[in-house]
């Protein structure tokens, strides 16, 4: 399972900030923008993949990966990453159709996991299990000279990835920022799940579970 992305050693030469003369900079561009932020993650896979033999293993995380990015194109999210067992992605407009867009999009994840596990038995694979979060916020975008798709930083990534901890097994939940904004959705139910997710803030911050009605 994937850790907190707040964790996570920025030092590293894949993230590494240095002068524009040398190799391996991240270029900022010096604005931040609203986006809704996700993560979908296998729950458990590191005790998944030590029964998986290694030529399987590829079979295991690109069945997972391309199903999700695939799902992820089709309501016009942008893909940043994999990151181990996780998919990284985000909607970068705010009106309405795109707000219902994320939820679709993350109940479509959660909806597409029979397939998947029919695919990974066919291989002779464990079934899996997934986690769908969400949430709105800040971000800065950021590029790098040894990649040429961006990495988005801020704190509602971070919180995104302690949402995910705490979503119900195949379900798709959002933070407080995001429900704010989907709430008048008709074609969604909410259900609060917590209500003091600790996302360094005074106040409390609540966590919902998303449904279609």
């Known amino acids: 399972m994937m850790g907190n992305i707040s964790n996570f050693d920025y030092s590293a030469n894949q993230y ?66 994999s990151i181990g067992d996780a ?21 479509h994840m959660i909806k597409k996991r029979y397939e998947i596990n029919d695919i990974l038995c066919e291989h002779g694979l464990p079934s899996i299990n997934y986690r769908v979060s969400a949430d709105f916020g800040k971000v800065m975008i950021g590029y790098s000279d040894v990649s040429v798709t961006e990495d ?22 959002i933070g407080n920022n995001l429900h704010l904004l989907v709430k008048s959705l008709h074609d969604f139910q909410f259900k609060e799940i917590i209500q003091t997710l600790d996302v360094g803030l005074k106040n409390k911050y609540s966590v919902y579970d998303v449904k279609k009605n």
Request: charged share 20%.
């Open 16 to 81: 590494q900030i240095r002068d524009k003369t040398q190799k391996n900079y991240l270029e900022f561009f010096g604005k931040s923008q609203d986006c809704v932020v996700c993560f979908v993650d296998i729950i458990d896979s590191t005790k998944l993949v030590t029964c998986i033999p290694e030529s399987k293993l590829n079979i295991f995380y690109s069945t997972f990966l391309n199903s999700m990015a695939d799902i992820v194109v089709e309501y016009d999210g942008k893909i940043v990453k």
């Open 87 to 107: 998919l990284l992605f985000y909607f970068e407009n705010s009106d309405d159709n795109y707000f219902r867009d994320t939820l679709r999009c993350g109940l």
């Open 152 to 173: 988005i930083f801020g704190p509602v990534v971070n919180t995104c990835s302690k949402i995910n901890s705490i979503v119900n097994t195949n379900g798709m939940a």
